[in-house]
């Protein structure tokens, strides 16, 4: 089924968001537990186990529930410390489990967890048969220094080799609009890195060829009309979708596409869709008490991140559904929701739609912790700043009105809580607004912009003298 499309609404308050460029949601991740992958009709699981789609390109039978690789754990959240580098046993125990539960999906790129995700991924898979798996990864040549053939066909290469493996199931143009049609031009035609993938698929190598997409919608409407032309046929497509970005996506980021399009042009050409950002980077795993009350009212043993996967993976056409679970609980919870998932009932998939529109009147920022900004030249733990910040809205715990008998409690929290989330000397005050961050925005956030608000509203509070 695909998602209803009621009429839109708005407030004035949302029109005072929009105009002032501020807008979005909650915070965390999340998700649920199951059994051994089965098929049944149209894709769908037998009571206890993982609920399959099939892909009709390449008859596939693909869990529903896809393992992002863009979050796994590191050793410094085992011990404490600011250390990055990954836990690759950490890593194994959780690859471990999602295939033993039916989870045969799993998702990197060169790009992910500062260049670490491939091979840590490719060890822990490798450790079990290649028959029982399957790897996506992506062409991720950004860099204008990896557009020469040679160097983009060298990540190739190189994703093969951290992989171990010789092929890739699902291989990925990553980003595609991202820089508008000059970029995409730059980076697969007239290097002819487009041609060699192609070739690639043509001898096994790859065996499923797409794109994953982001901002400009030219870039994407090409792609789709160089497959209505004959010119290429695309195996499948990863794109952003969620109950906020069904409908909303350009009022959290106007260089964005509304799902509802995005879904409905692959659809129609029986192009199988991988869906990014189902949490909207982990806003949609919590909610403010009204909502998250509404959503335990309906479904009092749910977590509020499986409304979210539901929504994602309901309707037909999904091929799987990405999460990056960073520990167990995240997995076994997106386990419990998608073995087997229950679609989304019209009244259900309503009630989520009107939720959307009850979020977006929080100013909260529209990060999505995918931190591709980092490392900040100047130190600033820009994820880091703006979660704490959404927290604390989504919480209703922002200091807001200094007559407010909750004001001198709020304001310690929000202090004493930035203090022990990032350090001091990572905090927004450290941003200079060099702008380095901001192209390598995905969602097209002006960082600088809401750094600065958040560190004069942190000052103001540390210069007040209430307690």
Not at 44 to 66: E, F, W, Y
Not at 90 to 114: M, R, W
Request: aromatic fraction near 8%.
């Amino acid at each position: 089924m695909r998602h209803n499309t009621p009429k839109k609404t708005d407030t004035g308050r949302r029109s005072f968001l929009r105009n002032m460029g501020i807008f979005t949601a909650a915070g965390t991740l999340a998700a649920c537990g199951a059994k051994t992958p089965t098929d049944g009709d149209n894709g769908d699981a037998k009571k206890g186990g993982m609920t399959m789609r099939v892909n009709p390109n390449s008859g596939d039978s693909v869990s529903l529930l896809g393992f992002g690789g863009m979050r796994f754990p590191t050793l410094g959240a085992a011990n404490g410390t600011d250390n990055t580098t990954l836990d690759q046993e950490a890593v194994n125990q959780l690859i471990d489990h999602a295939l033993e539960h039916g989870v045969n999906y799993f998702d990197t790129s060169p790009a992910y967890c500062k260049g670490q995700s491939e091979a840590a991924l490719g060890t822990a898979l490798s450790r079990h048969p290649r028959k029982s798996y399957f790897i996506a990864t992506k062409l991720s040549n950004f860099d204008e220094s990896t557009w020469p053939h040679d160097k983009s066909v060298g990540m190739f290469e190189a994703s093969l080799r951290n992989l171990k493996t010789d092929y890739i199931d699902y291989l990925l143009l990553h980003g595609i609009g991202m820089g508008g049609m000059a970029n995409f031009n730059g980076r697969y035609i007239d290097n002819g890195v487009l041609d060699f993938l192609k070739e690639k698929r043509a001898d096994g190598t790859i065996r499923n060829l797409g794109f994953s997409y982001h901002g400009d919608i030219e870039v994407f409407d090409h792609l789709l009309a160089m497959m209505d032309k004959g010119e290429i046929h695309w195996d499948f497509a990863q794109i952003q979708m969620n109950y906020i970005d069904w409908q909303h996506a350009k009022e959290i980021n106007q260089r964005n596409t509304d799902a509802e399009y995005l879904y409905g042009e692959l659809h129609r050409r029986g192009i199988p869709a991988v869906v990014m950002e189902p949490l909207l980077g982990g806003r949609l795993a919590s909610a403010s008490q009204p909502i998250t009350r509404k959503m335990k009212e309906r479904r009092p043993d749910d977590s509020v991140a499986s409304w979210a996967f539901r929504y994602a993976g309901t309707p037909e056409g999904i091929l799987t559904v990405l999460s990056g679970m960073t520990c167990m609980e995240h997995l076994e919870d997106n386990l419990k929701t998608f073995s087997p998932l229950q679609p989304l009932d019209d009244d259900e998939n309503a009630f989520l739609l009107r939720t959307a529109v009850e979020i977006l009147e929080n100013d909260t920022v529209p990060c999505t912790a995918c931190k591709y900004c980092m490392p900040c030249p100047y130190g600033v733990d820009i994820p880091g700043v703006f979660a704490h910040y959404n927290r604390c809205i989504e919480e209703d715990n922002l200091p807001r009105d200094i007559s407010d008998p909750q004001y001198a409690k709020a304001r310690r929290a929000f202090l004493y809580g930035y203090d022990r989330s990032v350090p001091r000397l990572r905090q927004a005050a450290r941003c200079i607004g060099c702008g380095a961050c901001v192209s390598h925005c995905p969602q097209n956030i002006t960082i600088p912009a809401w750094l600065g608000k958040i560190n004069s509203y942190t000052e103001k509070l540390r210069s007040e003298n209430i307690d």
